[in-house]
């Protein structure tokens, strides 16, 4: 009894944990306009960590012309948001003028456009929660 006991509850805690981190998010970038260097991309959960710039995950896909796609499973349930830049000249940095602008394209979840200085975070999040999320952004160059 005490051992059927047991395998009832790891099971439930197992279907338990995997209905927690079941969701997922593709993120698909439109307009790219070469194949030169990469993309590199930041998954935010939260406002707080996106303004101490703490991002949750993180990918760099290879630059392709058109449109790539990102792929970040399991998450937990919670708003996120999305920031990217397309690091043509491969130094790892974003480039920007004397002004601080960017000189390499950039983007950021729901299309939001920044206006003088990155874009505020209610402008990018988005709700994960039981379900996969697909959310796409046309890069700014």
Known sequence: MKTLFIAI?????????THALANNVTFI????????????VQLFQGEKNYQANNAYLSSIAI????????????LEDNDYGIRYFHDENDNSAMETNLFG????????????????????YQAIKFQVADAAVTNRSTINY
């Open 9 to 17: 509850m790891t099971t439930s805690m197992l279907l338990t944990s």
């Open 29 to 40: 970038i439109d307009d790219i306009k070469s194949d030169q260097g990469k993309v590199y």
């Open 63 to 74: 630059a392709k012309k058109g449109q790539i796609t990102i792929t970040f499973n399991n």
């Open 101 to 120: 602008m960017p000189i390499e394209g950039y983007g950021y979840s729901n299309s939001a456009k920044a206006n003088y200085g990155p874009v505020e």
